[in-house]
């Protein structure tokens, strides 16, 4: 079965810090790995799209990694912001259909 | 930028009404989803559309549900009865680029419906 888990479910950090959120899946055939942003309320915003040949690919202070491997992807927040603090979703696609398969997200919280 | 806007923001109904949540996705786009989100779980892919038509759905989208597309522009997601737990915010989603669904495109999402069934 198709599954994407996140870790850690939660994370609290300090502003202007670092942190990696991880994603596994076990999405196959693999088609791309996409990570959202989703404010409390709001619809996820798209911050990265990853394709089984990309390793790295930055998005301001956002820089996600993959290794189609071991079917992993980080997401890196560099500098964190007050604004960063919102639940981060590893999505990945799969080469037969339209559908996504949604992580459950991990929850950020950036404290001053 | 190109936006998916959804109306209503919130919607609350009594158990066993019927609601249509509407979207206006990007426009002149053929392909469209709708997704849900109950409160601290996952979003779930609920249906996709394409040239007005269903083209794929998932175990959620059970006989309760029907999509449309009224007017060549608006969709909308009717519940015929809704239940309890089909409280949750409902997302419309519409592709950047209008191509094939297995391109490396990005999605937007509309800031979603909050459906509350008492």
């Known amino acids: 079965k198709n599954q994407v888990e996140q870790s850690p479910q939660s994370l609290i950090i300090l502003e202007g810090k670092n942190c990696t959120l991880q994603c596994n899946y076990t999405v196959s055939p693999f088609s791309n790995l996409r990570w959202y942003k989703q404010d409390t309320g709001r619809g996820p915003v798209s911050l990265t799209i990853?394709?089984?040949?990309?390793n790295t690919k930055s998005n301001g202070r956002y820089t996600a990694t993959l290794d189609a491997d071991t079917k992993q992807s980080s997401l890196h927040i560099t500098a964190s912001q007050l604004s960063d603090s919102a639940s981060y979703i590893c999505?990945?696609?799969?080469?037969?259909?339209?559908?996504?398969?949604f992580g459950p997200g991990t929850r950020l919280s950036v404290l001053p | 930028e190109p936006e998916v806007t959804q109306t209503p923001s919130h919607q609350v109904t009594q158990m066993g009404q019927e609601v249509i949540l509407r979207c206006v996705p990007i426009s002149n786009h053929l392909y469209f989803y709708w997704y849900r989100q109950i409160l601290g779980q996952k979003v779930e892919f609920l249906v996709s559309f394409y040239n007005n038509e269903i083209s794929e759905k998932s175990e959620i989208f059970d006989d309760q549900f029907s999509v449309e597309r009224p007017d060549g522009s608006n969709f909308t997601l009717k519940i015929r009865s809704t239940k309890l737990e089909d409280s949750a915010m409902y997302f419309c989603a519409s592709p950047e680029l209008d191509s094939e669904p297995t391109a490396n495109y990005g999605y937007t999402f509309g800031s979603g419906t909050r459906l509350t069934v008492v």
């Open positions: 990853m394709t089984f040949s990309e």
């Open positions: 999505v990945v696609r799969d080469n037969y259909g339209q559908n996504f398969v």
